[in-house]
Each structure stands twice: as structure tokens, then as C-alpha cells.
């Protein structure tokens, strides 16, 4: 017997590889035209011209089915003949791009030098690849995450992807983030929500830069919506990426005790793996409800199993309220 | 034996795959550094916001050793990955661009934006490639060639890719001819000419534009080189394209006849084809000398064998004049 969708409205905050798989899961449950995903863009990037949006595509990818279910990012199949090339010319290939990638950097770029928002190409880009689900970029200006190591300040792909996240983080900021808007429909969307999820991406670099667009975090803290975050730390370790490092680098406990404390004033209810099981108590005096569940996600159907499991925990915790 | 390298300083006005080979037999002739290739500009286009230059790719890519054999035009082995994938998001795919060749639009692209030339980046991309030849766009300023068919007029590309050549040319001008200027150099590279070669491309759309440009038809009209045409009709046919037809609508005659009258005021001497020896008379009475060859150019060999032939036969007439 199929499963009945579930008709919340459901805001989701997402990064790339974690948020993208949270993504597809709540789309897989939540009722067509009733799940907006609200994405990071502070790590967009300019590259021989061309507009990249890595979290954006990530998403979209996934969501459309296409992503490369090795890397998470980037299309499934997909060929590197166009960067080979750009070698050729002498050119550094240090942020892998795939032929069919291209095709979408190309349209948002001669979008963009259109006047078309990222918001507006966004949904055309995602329409045409058959995604039913809102696809919000966090604003429609320009910010960008810098990471301080020591004296320099690295551009984010340039210590995400060419320095291999090696660097010791000892400070991340935003520039642009105080001049940024948050995307027509966003505050609406968070107002209008029931559930709010906050998906299961680094926090200091994929959902701090959403919350801190000016209004993004007030309109959640005033939201009547029932709002859960999932960990992206396990057993003190990072699904994917660097967010155990610059958690610990930061100041804060490489744990979801920590994730939840910086979240805390957002937040209504925690989901910690089983394997942290021993935090239940340490989050619940933070204010925080807590549930506890199989966190890792695998495939399509395990993404599903955790997306409707915590839509119905925030059900049951509204009709308690 | 090796043959000697030809010392002359060599000029050619060329346009896409005719003209690509002709300077490519040059190429192989011509002592390094000796050879200018000034090439058309006016077929540029636009596409997804990407600056493509047809002719200037052709040459390159010919110059370079790695244009499609069959084609004459894009890069060999190419694939075509990226294209497909904008046909994905509804894009229509009517302008064959490669995956290799999307590189070299996307660099272009990049410089122009930056404020470089189009010369500049031509140098840098030609460099790359390992051309050693000097290859010039004509003019560094936007021309557009416009083709009237009865009332309509049709951008060049959409005339000569999208609708196939099919239609009717009644009319062609150039867009910005009166306002663009030669690219810095090109008036020099004429002046000091010991040779300049019309190569056998498109006299219409390929190179009356370069002679469109202010002050190049005057230049090539005083320089004291030696100035032959290949002719690209043979046997009242056009090697390759439209120039055939072309010629007739516009009320030239569609033979090697012809296209020497187009540049009586610009040439001492015509090639024409063994196919055509009986236009001979008629055109020495254009107060032209004629050159009778095999002047279908199959391989590179056989490239540099009429590149050997034309050069040769201008050092010949220089040291009778």
C-alpha cells in the first residue's frame, strides 16, 4: 500500500551533498507544490566566466535524479571533455566540471548577463529538468564565504576544493551578507511553513550564511512552524567535508551537542544518530526535544524513511502543542 | 631533400574552411614568423551569451593540425555532451558547437568581458595550440553580416547554419563595417607584404568583409606586394557553401570569371583551375595575369604543394617586374 504524501507545508535549508539528499527525501513524501527548499549560495563562484553555484546544483541535480551518486555532486555519467580542453589552453582544472555541467553554468551566466535573477533561472533550470519541488537561492546578490587560516583569507572553493580543506579554520565570514535580501519568497515561505527542517549541512558554512541574510533568522525564530534540525556530525565525525575540523577550530564541540547549540535559538527539536545516543540528556537541557534515529542516509528510499519519519514527529509534536 | 623554406612575407585574407587550408598549406611553406593570416569576423555570433568566431576557429583549429577532417570545421573527435545537455533544458541545439570547441567560446567569452581583444585572445588561444602563424580577426570591432531574402533579412548564421543556405540571397551588408577599423597591425602586415593571398573562400560573405574594413582595400591597392587570388569557384561550382549561388543572385557571374572581376581592383594575379582553362582570355582581359593549377586542395600535402606553387610564381613575377 503506497504511502499517503504528507501535506505540510515544509520549508527545508540545505547545503550541498547532505541538504540535497534531505532535499530529495522530504520531496519523495511531501505533496507536490508543498516543499520549498531553501539553498546556500555563499560558495558560489566565478570560473572562466562562468557563474557556478555549487549547493544549487547539488540540489537540483539530486532532486532531478541526475547527481552522481558516488560524489554526490555533479552529473551521473558525466564527461570532462570541455575542462580537458580548457587544459589545453593552459588553464588550471582545479574545480572539476563535467560537460553537462556546463550546459548549466553557460544558461545561468548568459541569464544573469540577461538581468534574469538566480531565482528566476533557477526555476526555469529546475522546471526543465522535471523538478516539481520550489528551489530557492538563499538571495539573489552577491555573498561570498571567506575563510581566515592564520594571516591569509582564502576564497571558500579555493580552501574547499583546491587546498583540500586542509587549512586550520580560525575564522569564516560572508562578505556581502549585510547588503544581501533574502530572496523574494523566502520569508513568506518560512511564515507560511509547518515544518521547518534544517538539513543535515555544515553548519557554519551552508546554513549559517542562509540564517544570516538579514530577516531569514528572525522570520524563523516568529515562524508558528515546528522547526527540526538533523545532525550532519555522527559519533563526532562529518558525514562529508570539513565541518568536524572548523567546528572544533571555531570554539565549538565537534558533536550534534554542539550543532544544536548553535541552533538552539531556531530550533524546536534535534535529530541525533543512534550511535549519540549518550547526548539525548546534554541537548534536552539546552531546551531542545530530541529525537533519536538512523541519521546516515543511503539511497532514495533511506532518504524518504528519514524525511517522513521527522515530518510526523513534527505532526505529533504540533498536535501535542 | 627537404624543400627551402619561402623568406617572402607572406599576407592571406582568408574565411572558414577554404581559407583554413589554404593558409595551412601556406603554413607549411612559409619560413616561421613570415605568414599573417587576416581573417573574417563578420559571421561572429552569440550563443548563450558565448562569443563564437567561426572562421577564426577554423583557421585556428586547421593551423593547429586538429580541425574534423570531414567537416573542415570544429575539432576532430569532438563530442558534443554539453550541447545535448542544453537541448535537456529546451535549449534548440541548431548551432553545432563541440565539447573541445565550447573551451575556446568560454575563454573568448571570458576575455572579452575582462576587456581584452578579440586579437589578443586570438594570439593567446592560436599560442596555446602551438600556431606559430600571426592570425588577425580582421577587425577587433563587431561586424555582422545580414543576408536579405526578398523582404526578410536573416542574420548570416541563421541564413547560412539554421536555414541552410536555402534561401534566395537578394542582399548582404555588413553591420558595422563603417565604424569598425583593422586590427592594429593588419594595415602594416599588408604594407611590408612581399605576397598577399586571397585564399579560395566565400568572395560575398568571407572576404569582402576584410576588404570592407576602412582602409584595408586601400592598403592592399597600394602595397607593392604581389597579389594573387585563388579562385573558390571551379567549374561554375563552389568548392564548399553557397558562393555559387550567391554569386548569381546578386548578378556576378558564378565562375572563377567571376570572382576575378570582384577583385580586378586588387589583384595582379588570378588561379584558376585546370577545369577552367578556357576562362583564361577573359580574364587576362581583366588586366589580370593567370595562374592555371590543380587548385582542389585535398590533404596537407597537397595543400603545400599550391602554397609552394602561388608563392613561387610570385617570386617569379616580382623579379620580371
Known amino acids: 500500500m503506497p504511502e499517503v504524501p504528507i501535506t505540510d507545508a515544509v520549508v527545508a535549508l540545505a547545503g550541498g551533498v547532505g541538504g540535497a539528499k534531505m532535499a530529495q527525501g522530504l520531496a519523495g513524501v511531501v505533496e507536490p507544490g508543498r516543499l520549498t527548499v531553501i539553498v546556500n549560495t555563499a560558495d558560489d563562484v566565478n570560473l572562466w566566466g562562468l557563474h557556478i553555484s555549487p549547493d544549487l546544483d547539488t540540489v537540483m541535480y539530486t532532486l532531478a535524479g541526475i547527481a552522481n551518486p558516488v560524489t554526490g555532486w555533479g552529473v551521473v555519467g558525466d564527461s570532462h571533455v570541455t575542462l580537458d580542453a580548457l587544459a589545453r589552453y593552459g588553464e588550471n582544472p582545479w574545480f572539476s566540471l563535467g560537460d553537462k555541467d556546463f550546459a548549466t553554468h553557460i544558461l545561468r551566466t548568459q541569464a544573469l548577463a540577461r538581468g ?9 533550470l529546475a522546471q526543465a529538468l522535471g523538478i516539481s519541488v520550489r528551489l530557492l537561492p538563499m538571495t539573489n546578490d552577491p555573498v561570498a564565504t571567506r575563510i581566515r587560516t592564520g594571516a591569509e583569507i582564502l576564497d571558500f572553493q579555493e580552501y574547499f576544493v583546491a587546498r583540500k580543506q ?23 515561505a518560512i511564515g507560511e511553513a509547518d ?112 524525511a517522513r519519519e521527522i515530518l510526523t514527529l513534527a505532526q505529533r509534536s504540533r498536535s501535542r502543542a
Chains 1, 2 share one sequence.
Not at 534574469?116 to 526555469?124: A, F, I, M, Q, Y
Not at 586542509?166 to 513568506?188: C, H, K, L, M
Open 116 to 124: 534574469e535573477t538566480l531565482t528566476e533561472v533557477t526555476t526555469r
Open 166 to 188: 586542509q587549512d586550520v579554520v580560525d575564522g569564516v565570514t560572508f562578505a556581502g551578507i549585510d547588503e544581501s535580501r533574502p530572496t523574494p519568497g523566502v520569508n513568506e
Open 195 to 306: 515544518v521547518i527542517v534544517f538539513c543535515p549541512s555544515n553548519p557554519i558554512v551552508s546554513i549559517a550564511p542562509i540564517l544570516a541574510v538579514p530577516g531569514v533568522r528572525e522570520a524563523i525564530q516568529t515562524s508558528d512552524a515546528v522547526r527540526i534540525g538533523v545532525s550532519p556530525i555522527v559519533g563526532g565525525k562529518a558525514l562529508k567535508g570539513p565541518a568536524d575540523k572548523m567546528l572544533t577550530t571555531l570554539g565549538h564541540d565537534a558533536s550534534a551537542l554542539g550543532v544544536a547549540r548553535m541552533y538552539r535559538d531556531v530550533l524546536d527539536i534535534m535529530v541525533i544518530d543512534e550511535i549519540d545516543a549518550k547526548l539525548i540528556q546534554s541537548v534536552r537541557e539546552l531546551g531542545l526535544d530530541v529525537h533519536v534515529s538512523q541519521t546516515v542516509m543511503g539511497g532514495r528510499r533511506d532518504r524518504e524513511r528519514l
